[in-house]
């Protein structure tokens, strides 16, 4: 098999799957690669590539020891070579939540239903041992709209004051976020791993879990019930949100907070999703932006976004608005 990184042959060898067939598996938003190993056995076994300088393997190591070790179900580590890149994990298989609901939309119910309860699990749980979720991280994230968005569409924005209006608006969360609870930040709908019917009530596996934070309760929340690259209706986004409120409480304070996270992620994934393709040529996530615009646009309409969305309405003309963010050149 040709264009396999330096070094695959070494480390498949000592790890004792160096008979094992190779089948390479598509790619996320990163550097990473992956590849799926396969003893003539039928056993299999998830390789990852987090190849340095761009990519550190060591934060997905420490993550999935502390998931593990509190009864999460991230994958079981196989074999590691941090300093090259090299991580060796359990396989979960292909059914992702997402592929699943494809093929089984009467599932759907019960699929979200089950990742909430896991949230709830973990949010029982105290924060891991990761650095905050905190005002410098929030802010550094939703600058990512001013700097590679508003660009790409040819506006000259007010960035500082963008900056004040999220420090405004989010600062009443911070003081209600506390310590906080173990941020994934990434969990959706492409990051569940069904090991089995969920109408069975089957496990659920976690992946991409490498940047998590200890922060607010509600981010997960978001990242899966606004999910950028599937649609959720609002009828299901309200019930699973009820359900999480019901299990592990949150009053108006936490629909406002809810409702800040959105607008803060979703503006983040805007100029993520402009960054992809500008930069990293890979236009594939434009098509995903109006329906990451569309779900901030219902975020802004709660009242604790009032100094964002007093920006949004100076600095982003209704027309890129109303076509979910207009075309990006």
């Known amino acids: 098999m040709t264009d396999l990184p330096e070094g695959f042959k070494n ?12 089948e390479p598996i598509p790619g996320d ?34 993550v999935a020891s502390w998931l593990t070790k509190h009864g999460m179900r991230a ?17 979960f298989g292909n059914d992702r939540m997402r592929d699943w609901l494809d093929d089984h939309p009467g599932g759907e119910q019960a ?62 969360l911070i003081a209600r976020q506390g310590d906080g609870v173990t941020v994934l930040r990434d969990y959706h709908a492409e990051n569940i791993m069904l090991l089995g019917n969920p109408l069975d009530h089957a496990p659920q596996g976690l992946i991409d879990f490498q940047d998590a934070l200890a922060g607010h309760k509600a981010y997960d929340l978001v990242s899966l019930l606004q999910d950028a690259r599937r649609d959720v209706s609002v ?31 979703n503006a983040k994934i805007v100029g993520i999703f402009t960054r992809l393709y500008k930069r990293d040529g890979k236009p594939r ?31 982003i003309p209704d027309d890129l608005r109303k076509k979910g963010g207009g075309t990006i050149a």
């Open 235 to 265: 009828e299901l986004e309200a019930a699973m949100l009820e359900r999480y409120r019901e299990k592990a409480g949150g009053g108006a304070e936490f629909l406002a907070d809810y409702a800040l996270l959105g607008a803060q992620r």
């Open 11 to 22: 480390f498949v060898a000592g790890a004792g799957w160096g008979d094992a067939a190779v």
């Open 111 to 172: 699929a979200y239903e089950q990742a909430i309860d896991a949230l709830v699990a973990l949010h029982d749980l105290p924060p891991g041992p990761f650095p905050a979720y905190d005002m410098p991280v929030y802010l550094r994230e939703t600058a990512l709209l001013t700097q590679w968005y508003a660009p790409a569409v040819g506006l000259d924005v007010d960035t500082a004051g963008f900056d004040a209006a999220w420090q405004t608006a989010l600062k009443p």
């Open 285 to 315: 996530y434009l098509a995903m932006i109006p329906r990451v615009w569309g779900a901030m646009e219902r975020d802004l309409k709660h009242p604790a976004l009032e100094p964002v969305a007093n920006w949004f309405a100076s600095n």
């Open 29 to 62: 938003a990163s550097f990473r690669r992956y590849f799926r190993l396969r003893r003539t056995s039928g056993e299999t076994a998830m390789l990852m590539h987090a190849p340095p300088p761009e990519e550190d393997p060591l934060p997905f190591l420490n």
């Open 75 to 91: 994958p079981e580590i196989l074999a590691d070579d941090a300093g090259q890149g090299w991580v060796l994990t359990e396989d």
